[in-house]
């Protein structure tokens, strides 16, 4: 048998060195061209599998980006999200800037001879202690015979302090810690507490606090003129509800609603509080598009007044309108008063401008509502593509789409007229691809162009409601920790609770030294409603 040795001499014998060369570099041309074939028919392979997996309903190999060479810097773009934070404005400080020294503390070493001064170090710590005071209060009779007790200081609430109270509503609210491992944690430290009683705390419905909330609403709606709102599913005592959130720049309302209907909507406007009914020239305007009949103009001419009805006077007025022959009739006399009730109230700001999707409930504020960009491109990406002729067609309309949508980002900043934006909209919307499901979206999206629009009147709009979006986030997190409530007492807590978390951040304060100051009446933190009239 020819050894290895052997057969290289040989061919060492039949072949020159420069023929060797060539027949080496031959054969490995050939093996790399083999490989590259190899390649594109494993990508054909994994390809394939891919398309069979979405067309039987399973997840398809998710695709990974390649990462960029370190070398490669890439440059700016102008098409970054407005609301984003680059790491340009995040300049880092001294913690002695930030901090609050609470002790100062000097520390000398006995083995230094020759002093040349100190050196700073802080040491951050949190200290778990429980603070049981008992109280002696004084009893007897006054000058009148009554039998009196005296009263226990402003800092006590109930049977525990204001200090665990806040502490408790903190870790419930801004911590997502449920109920029970609170009262875990509160038996660790060394307090005797009951279940039943961390509820109350959490469910403590402080209803000044929803005042304050409510009047730094006001302020910030007329200092911002632009309100975001959107809406999630909740679940109260095991029901279905609606939780819509009213978003500023510096205050978060949430509201839980058994219905996402307009009236429901306009009724998380105002903020969760009691609403009116307007018989004026704009209601019977609005009630003009809605019902032809002279009949009802009539009725309601009667009772036409500047001061708005409420409830109770309105459903007097509508007697007349009972019972299910006129029950969608009656939905929109109630919406057409509501809507001119609105109009017409200072308070509620009717320059302001609304942005949201395009849901039905929304549509309460006429021309200054703008429709949400990010809900409206979200429905073409949603589409189902089987063929790869759809697929190419849906990837380069989506293509399309996100280069109008920087374009309006463009006109924001003023590198792009209205006129030339309006033109792409509308060449955009005249385009016929022959797939049947992206023709009908944009027959839907031509019709809502005055909604998605809005912003080429009033620019300092946004073009989405993800600030809302992110408001609700919490909710829906809440939920999935704790299981939604039980009774309205827990849901209106939850709202208010929230809405503190979410206004209290923006507005950067403490949660918890703001419960406390609240609760102890100290009154340190100015009304909400003040800090925000100060902020520029």
């Keep these: 048998m020819t050894s290895i040795k052997d057969f290289v001499g040989q061919i060492i014998h039949v072949f020159s060195p420069q023929k060797l060369i060539d027949y080496i570099s031959g054969i490995l041309d050939e093996n790399n061209k083999l490989k590259v074939h190899v390649q594109d028919l494993e990508d054909k392979v994994s390809k394939y599998k891919k398309e069979i997996n979405e067309l039987i309903g399973e997840q398809g190999k998710p695709e990974f980006k390649k990462k960029e060479p370190a070398g490669n810097k890439r440059l700016p773009s102008i098409d970054k999200d407005e609301n984003s934070k680059g790491r340009e404005n995040n300049k880092k400080t001294s913690k002695l800037d930030r901090l609050i020294i609470d002790d100062k503390k000097i520390i000398n070493s006995p083995k230094i001879k020759k002093k040349k001064g100190f050196k700073t170090v802080i040491i951050q710590d949190i200290i778990f202690t429980k603070n049981v005071t008992q109280y002696q209060l004084e009893c007897g009779y006054d000058e009148n015979g009554d039998f009196l007790t005296s009263p226990l200081p402003i800092t006590t609430f109930g049977e525990y302090g204001t200090g665990l109270t806040s502490f408790v509503k903190t870790l419930y609210y801004q911590g997502r810690v449920p109920m029970n491992k609170i009262q875990s944690i509160l038996k660790s430290i060394g307090f005797i507490i009951g279940k039943s009683v961390v509820v109350k705390m959490c469910h ?22 632009i309100v975001q709102m959107d809406d999630t599913e909740a679940l109260v005592g095991n029901k279905n509800h609606h939780t819509f959130a009213i978003s500023t720049d510096h205050v978060t309302i949430l509201t839980t609603m058994e219905s996402k209907s307009m009236m429901s909507a306009i009724y998380a406007y105002s903020g969760g509080n009691q609403v009116y009914y307007l018989f004026n020239d704009d209601f019977f305007n609005f009630l003009e598009k809605k019902l032809k009949f002279q009949n009802y103009k009539n009725y309601f001419k009667k009772y036409e007044r500047q001061k708005p009805y409420d409830e109770i006077e309105f459903r007097n007025l509508m007697k007349k309108f009972s019972g299910e022959k006129f029950f969608n009739r009656a939905y929109f006399i109630r919406i057409c008063a509501l809507k001119s009730w609105i109009k017409n109230t200072p308070l509620l700001n009717p320059n302001s401008k609304l942005v949201s999707d395009t849901a039905g409930n929304y549509k309460f504020k006429g021309r200054t509502h703008q429709y949400c960009w990010i809900h409206e491109i979200r429905h073409y990406r949603r589409i189902e593509a089987f063929t ?29 007229s209205s ?6 909209f509308d060449h955009i919307m005249n385009i016929k691809t022959n797939f049947s499901a992206l023709d009908n979206l944009l027959e839907n999206t031509k019709k809502r162009k005055e909604g998605l629009l809005t912003v080429l009147k009033y620019p300092f709009v946004p073009l989405h409601n993800n600030t809302c979006e992110q408001d609700l986030r919490e909710n829906v997190i809440k939920i999935r920790v704790s299981g939604g409530t039980k009774t309205r007492r827990g849901t209106y807590s939850w709202d208010v609770g929230l809405s503190l978390v979410h206004t209290l951040r923006k507005l950067k304060i403490s949660y918890y030294k703001f419960l406390m100051d609240r609760y102890s009446q100290t009154n340190k933190i100015l009304p909400l409603g003040q800090i925000i009239q100060g902020r520029a």
């Excluded at 403590?204 to 003129?225: H, P, Q, T, W």
């Excluded at 380069?396 to 003023?414: M, P, S």
């Design 204 to 225: 403590f419905s402080d209803y000044s606090l929803k005042k304050e909330l409510d009047a730094a609403r006001i302020e910030s709606v007329l200092k911002n003129k």
């Design 388 to 416: 790869q002729i759809h697929k190419d067609i849906k990837l380069h309309f989506l293509t399309i789409l996100y280069d109008f949508y920087n374009k309006l980002k463009k006109f924001k900043i003023g590198l792009v």
């Design 419 to 424: 006129y030339e934006v309006e033109t792409d």
